[in-house]
């Protein structure tokens, strides 16, 4: 593996961490790793004193460790947004972890913060920087709010989003490829035409959204709203456990997917590795 990958490891296992932590801690397994860069998992388990060395490097990382399975990490909390501005269910969750009996009857759905059209554009032009040079940082995105932005044809590799909510956003023909948009919320939407390849979109709500002509090949839809959209997208060896396809399903095309999470992870990584072999 070479330094700039082990480099892009490093910042992602930051980034996702302090980025959606509530306490501080985080972990990620190397079978993550493997799938979200297309690394062996070998590889990684062979320089883990390399990834430990340049995580250790990381300003917001305060203590590690490398276990058989994964990195588990605590964090400085100024740089942990959740963990200051997480509303009632980040702070009640990081003073259970600081032994405070604090309770609360209200709600812990997470408050979406509106970002503006140029913090946009800044987190994601840092992320071009992340991809195409050792610079810039990962895009991660949670508990955003993001209204009347134009994404029509652009591209977002490896960008996350968590419990984001987008409302009249344009995504045509955009590509979605390797994203993740975990428990967001697209609401009049249009992702007409748009190509996602590996992406996850688990507890993802579509709502009244339109998908005509959009093709998923090998997403996570678990848990996911598909119930009230417009046109017909196309599902191919996706994971459908727990999705809500609605009345009006058979506009739904849906293609060798799989309603075991776990078996489709099993059968998915089992193609990637036979690739890679090749």
Sequence with gaps: MDNKKLKQIARYCVTSGTQNTTDGTWSISYDEMSHHFGVDRNDINGNTQLLADELNRQEEINDLMMTEDCIEMTYHMEHCPLCQQGGIKGALELASVLGCNITDEHEDEPEHRPMNYDEVEVKLAKHTLWILAEEGEQAVFSACEISHHNFTARSFPNVMFSNCRFSFCDFCEADLSYCVFENC??????????????????????????????????????????????????????????????????????????????????????????????
């Design 185 to 278: 919320e697209f609401v009049d939407c249009d992702l007409s035409y748009v190509k996602a390849e590996g992406a996850d979109f688990s507890g993802t709500d579509f709502c009244d959204s339109r998908l005509h002509d959009a093709c998923f090949d090998t997403c996570n839809f678990k848990d996911a709203k598909l119930n009230d959209i417009h046109s017909h997208p196309r599902l191919q060896f996706c994971c459908i456990e727990n999705t809500d396809l609605g009345e009006d399903d058979e506009y739904i095309y849906l293609d060798d997917c799989h309603d075991n999470e776990t078996e489709w992870e099993a059968e998915r990584d089992n193609h990637y590795m036979e690739m890679q072999v090749q």
